[in-house]
């Protein structure tokens, strides 16, 4: 789900064929590269690090020799307790060829003493804490499994004959396929010769489904924890506007992201919108970029202010998150620069006060602006005439069942315990 590598794995009959490279999909993956891939089993994915090195070294889907024989594994999400992991594997004489979380799903397997792979797979679920959604290869068997807490999303899609799973619903639409439904927290989908068939061996106390999918994450379209981005993300925008009570002559989204709440937010004020600022869609998305100087340098690169609506005017600006600031205050000098009047930053989220330790790669606490500043000083620090975020409360409104995601971010209320280890920056 990120944009850092891209990797294909398919099983031709015979043995595993892979294909992995630093880079965008479209970017890297060509015709050959197709052309190899022969097979009726694939797994493909896109890296988004947030455990291990961001290089290429990592670059999934990971293959292995087990005692269930070769297999590739793609994950989604982040072990809490991987360290802990790595060293029983370790000191069990298994060596590690990765540095991310996603090879000990395999190497894990080494150590059970069950006599199937499915039953040893489920035991190795049973060790791993944390946010996980894997989809794995063995010979013409693909397995499916999304951990109990439902961190991540997980989908089963069809076309024609053909069994798709996928992060978000959207990738169906792309290959012309259904959505069916969705993975459920803590199951294990098999697909073979003989169709599909699912374990619960995984008993769901709590779920704790990332709320930050809404917010952000998530593509707008995307049907992921039984709702619509779309819908959720524009309600974010019109409780913001039943939270604020200031005039302004427009509502200005930071593209992509703040569109939908920005739209959610005109309709409550009726207050109207316009794309105060242009985006360039042949650059990727910042906040997702590994170093600071790469994501101030997407931000130039990607936004460009549109005088012809800005000159003069009161203005609402709507972004999704505000994060480490410095983003929010390149925009703003941007704005300034075009003109604007007045310049009123409003943010469909609360204060992001927390690092994520479940597959969002957020920063240190040190980092996160809210915890550095008060309002105020974070006013000050990205130059905006008044500052507003949408309350935990109103956040926490505007999904179906509040009990079953993790806000962990905005709350400081972590639902699985982090290991001391992870605790620590890991780039």
Known sequence: RGQESAGICTFDGTDLRVVRKAGRVLEKIDQSDLDYLRGSVAIGHVRYSTAGDSGGLNAQPIVRE?????LAVVHNGNLTNHALLREEVTSRGIGLNHSSDTELFLALLDLSEKDDLESALIEVLGKVEGAYSILLISGNKLIAARDPMGFRPLLIGRRDDTVLFASESCAFDIVEGELIREVEPGEVVVVDGEGMRSYFPFKSERRSMCIFEFVYFSRPDSYIFGEWAYRVRKDLGRRLALE?????????PVPDSGVVPAIGYAQEKGIPFEMGLIRNHYVGRSFIEPTEELRNLRVLMKLSPNRSVLEGKRIIVIDDSLVRGTTSRRIVSMLRRAGAGEIHLRIASPPVVGPCYYGIDTPTREELIANRMSLEEIRNFI???????LSLEGLRSCVRDRHSFCDACFSNEYPVEVEK???????
């Open 244 to 252: 604020d009570d200031t005039e302004a002559d427009l509502v200005v």
């Open 383 to 389: 130059g905006v005439d008044s500052l507003r975020y």
């Open 66 to 70: 087990t005692r269930f024989g070769k």
């Open 421 to 427: 280890t992870a605790l620590i920056r890991r780039r």
